[in-house]
C-alpha cells in the first residue's frame, strides 16, 4: 500500500489533487492511500481533510498579514499530522505561503521523505530567491507552464519537470483550441461585436476594477455600434456584480457557472479582465484582450518586490509584450476603449495577439494528461528514496 500526504489550500489546488489521485490510483493498481489537507474535490477521491481548507482561501499580502496567526497555528497542526503518519511522499500543491512552511517543518523532521510541489511559486513573477530557497525541502517542482522548468533552473531550483496545465484538459477549452487551430477558422470579428468582462474571481478584485470597466463599456458603446457585453462570474458573486451593474445605462449579461463562461468565450469578438489565470483561458480560446489590475493597498506598499517585467501569463509564454496591461494609475477607461477598439475590429492589433495566442497553444501542447505526468513523477520519487544530490 502506497500513501501520499498531501496539502492543498485552494479550490484550483483542489481540482487537480483530485486529478492526480485519479492518476496515482490508476497507477498504483488501486493500492493507495492519501492523507493530509484537500478540498471537496479531493475529498470524494478518499481524501479525509483535516480543516476546511475555505479557511487558506486568501490573495494579496493585505489578507495574508491579516490572518497570519491563524495560519501559522494551521501549519503546525498540519505538519504534525504529516510526520506522524509518515507517508512515502508528499505532495503541496500551490498556496506557497502555507504549503511551503509545512514543506519546511516535515523536512526537518523526516529528512528521508520526498517531497513534490506541483505549481511552483511564480518565481518568475516576483521575490526570485524564492527559487534557490525551495532547493533544500522541495525534491522536484511540478510546472504548469512551459517556461517555468527553465526558470527555475536558471535562479537555482529544484528539478523541474513541465507536464502541461490542467486547463488543457477542460473538454469545452479543449473544442475551442481545436476550433482555433484549424487553419480555415474564422477570426473576423461580429458585425455587432460581443465583449467579455471578467473584472475577478474575487470580491476584492470585483470592488476595485468593476466601476472602471463599467465605464470603459460606456464609452466603448459609443465608438462601436451593435456591441453587447456579457460578465460570466460565480454564483457567489452574482449579487455584488447585479448590484454594481444596477447604474450602468446599458447592462451586460450576467452568467453563472462553468459551462455558460466557455460558451461566452466561444461568443466572444474580445475581452477586458482583471490579470491573472482567465489571461491564459482567453488566450488558449482565441479571445484578443486587455488586461487591468489594482492591488489592495497593503499590497500596493509592497509592489517593489515584483520583479517581472509582465504580469500576463501569454506575454510570459511567447516572451513578448503581446497583450496590453494596465495597472492602478493607467487604469483609464477611455485608454481601454481605445485599446478595445481596436480588438474587435480587423486591426494589426487584433491579428498580432491571434497570431501570439497560436504560439501559445503549440508552447503548451502536451500528449498525455497532466495528471499521469505529474504521477509518474510522485511514483518515481516513491521508488527512488529522496535524491541525495539536493542541498
Known sequence: MTTIGFVVGEPSGDRIGADLI????????????????????????????????????????????????????????TADFIVDAKPDALVIIDSPTFSHRVARRVRTRLPKMPIANYIPPTV?????????????YVDHAICALPFEPETLCRLGGPPATYVGHPLMTTPALRRMVEDA???????????????????????????????????????????????????????????????KIAHWENKPMVVTGEAAKWAAFAKADAAIAASGTVSL?????????????????????????????????????????????????IVRPELLARRLQRLLTDTPERRAQLAGFAEIRDAMAIERPPGEAAADIVLDLVRQGRPTNLK
Open 124 to 136: 518568475w513573477a516576483w521575490r526570485e530567491g524564492r527559487a534557490a530557497s525551495m532547493r533544500p
Open 281 to 329: 483561458e482567453l488566450a488558449l480560446a482565441d479571445v484578443p484582450m486587455a488586461l487591468a489590475y489594482r492591488l489592495d493597498p497593503i499590497g500596493y506598499r509592497f509592489r517593489h518586490l515584483i520583479s517581472a517585467w509582465t504580469a500576463a501569463l501569454p506575454n510570459f509564454i511567447v516572451g513578448h509584450p503581446l497583450v496590453p496591461e494596465h495597472f492602478h494609475e
Open 22 to 77: 485519479r492518476a496515482l490510483r490508476s497507477q498504483a493498481g488501486g493500492e493507495l492511500r492519501v492523507i493530509g489537507l484537500g478540498g471537496e474535490a479531493m475529498q470524494a477521491e478518499g481524501l479525509t481533510s483535516l480543516f476546511d481548507i475555505d479557511e487558506l482561501s486568501i490573495i494579496g499580502i493585505g489578507a495574508i498579514v491579516a490572518r497570519l496567526p491563524q495560519l501559522l497555528r494551521r501549519v503546525s497542526q
Open 181 to 243: 487551430n484549424r487553419p480555415a477558422a474564422d477570426r473576423t470579428p461580429a458585425l455587432s461585436p460581443t465583449l467579455v468582462i471578467l473584472p475577478g474571481s474575487r470580491r476584492g478584485e470585483i470592488n476595485r476594477l468593476i466601476d472602471d470597466f463599467g465605464m470603459t463599456f460606456q464609452r466603448l458603446l459609443t465608438m462601436t455600434p451593435g456591441l453587447t457585453a456579457i460578465i460570466p462570474t460565480l454564483e457567489r458573486h452574482r449579487p455584488i456584480i447585479e448590484a
